[in-house]
């Protein structure tokens, strides 16, 4: 994969507030590519958005909240740069603490079973370039009441897992640190490797019954892992085996 982004040298911008990380990046695509990669982020979203049109939890001072913009020469990795992000939030989640987090395919990551991390990416053309907005959200600080009722039961935070906050302006670099390392891995053409990671720390095992929400549809069958192109295996009552490139596994 080329990105024709220079990834060692970038550049943090550090908003107080705003709508959606992910906005402010879009806003800026038609006249920044050549300032790519482009990274924003945010101590509070007033307008943070989640997959499937829902909102992200965003409140000021206790999450992460950042957005990276790449420009991509080919579309085939996709589906493998939504993987890697969520690899790379586990690995910074894992250099903070010495727990252990799961990937939920395609890129949420959980702890215990409930959500502390999720990305939405969001890709587009500009003239012949692909331009790919991968954003970032993780619940730090939050203790388990600042959450709205709703999430309560299925978000857990850093601090939660841990009992000791940490300062979230310190670890954005790591992430994207480490997010940019994941991707030289992706270039290398090591997708064997990424493949290999994402199903050792997926959340779901093969033979695990599974739902899979893809807009107003559900499908139902066992999960089979993830295959070489980061899609969902996913066995039908019939013994078939169908793969999936989007929507989401329920809970
Ligand atoms: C999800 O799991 O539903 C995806 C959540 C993505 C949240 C992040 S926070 C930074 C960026 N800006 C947004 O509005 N959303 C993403």
């Not at 943070?48 to 049109?53: D, E, H, K, P």
């Not at 586990?90 to 395919?105: D, G, Q, V, Y």
């Not at 078939?240 to 809970?251: A, L, M, V």
Request: hydrophobic letters at 35%; glycine letters at 10%.
């Amino acid at each position: 994969m080329d990105t024709m982004n220079d990834l060692t040298d970038y550049k943090i911008t550090e908003l107080e507030s705003c709508g959606s990380t992910n906005d402010v990046i879009k806003r800026s695509i038609s006249d920044n590519l050549k300032q790519f990669p482009l990274i924003v982020s945010s101590r509070e979203q007033l307008k943070g958005r989640g997959r499937g049109n829902r909102g992200w939890f965003s409140p000021r001072g206790t999450g992460l909240y950042v957005s990276i913009g790449l420009l991509l020469e080919s579309r085939e990795t996709v589906q493998l740069l939504s993987l890697v992000s969520g690899l790379a939030v586990i690995k910074t989640l894992e250099n903070l603490s010495h727990h252990n987090f799961r990937l939920k395919w395609p890129n949420d990551v959980l702890f215990q079973k409930k959500k502390i991390a999720g990305v939405l990416t969001e890709n587009s053309f500009n003239g012949d370039k692909m331009v790919s907005v991968t954003g970032i959200g993780i619940n730090l600080n939050m203790g388990q009441d600042d959450f709205p009722e709703g999430l309560r039961e299925k978000a857990t935070s850093l601090r939660i897992i841990t009992g000791r906050s940490v300062n979230i302006k310190r670890v954005t670099p790591v992430l994207v640190d480490i997010f940019f390392k994941e991707i030289a891995r992706l270039e290398r053409g090591d997708t064997p490797g990424i493949v290999q990671s994402a199903n050792r720390l997926s959340a779901y095992s093969s033979g695990d019954p599974v739902s899979v929400h893809l807009d107003e549809k559900k499908f139902f069958g066992i999960y089979r892992g993830i295959n070489h192109d980061g899609g969902l295996i996913l066995e039908k009552a019939n013994g078939q085996r169908d793969t999936i490139y989007s929507g989401e596994i329920g809970f």
